[in-house]
């Protein structure tokens, strides 16, 4: 069976002076439609250079990434965006919302990327909020709204194009924890109706609410496997051991 998402083998390495630096050293991952995996590490282990890699906002130096059986490792900038705008539902940490434009716009917007008439839309943006339980709040500025409701407007703006993959880069790093337990309930739930989530995150109480952990230190895998695993949270000489796994 083909793999919605596949690295193989892949490097990825920066000049900084006379030395180079391997972000990703050797890593391949694969991920199935309908998984829930969590990529995690520390700050320099590489995580960031991955999501960047799957989300086609970077290329491998060396290696293959394929995304829905599409090879996109050698794609030019113009074929990158186009796959990751048919592909692909991005949610960040600081939620990236245009304070004068309403909700409903907000969500909007990636589908005006995408050439949908205004009424296709509208249609596809209220189906979203619904789904994240914001059909109501759909004419207010974002600023009018609480960070978990902002948060969760844009994760409505992810899911409004029917991406294949929903790519969460720290979605709860801005929010208190109470309002970040919701926000990966809300994760927990879009999984279950069927959607493939990866998360990309340095906290280990927040990788074990996947299914799955790709653990990566120093740019390569080091554990691959149940996020229930005692192995995908604690790992010798690691600073940050968060054994949280209540």
Known sequence: MEHLIELKDVYKIYQMGDTAVHA???VSITVD????VAIVGQSGSGKSTAMNIIGCLDVPT???YHLGGVDVSTMDDD???DIRNKMLGFIFQQYNLIPKLSVLENVELPLLYAGLTAARRREQAMVALGRVGLADKCKNLPSQ???GQQQRVSIARALAGNPSVILADEPTGALDSRTGREVLAFLQKLNAEGDTVVLITHDNS???KAKRIVRLQDGKVIYDGDAHDPQAVVQPGEEDEGVALS
């Open 79 to 81: 074929q990158q965006a």
């Open 206 to 208: 927040i990788a074990v």
């Open 24 to 26: 990703l050293d050797g």
């Open 33 to 36: 439609e309908g998984e829930f």
């Open 145 to 147: 709204l609480s960070g």
């Open 62 to 64: 060396s290696g293959s």
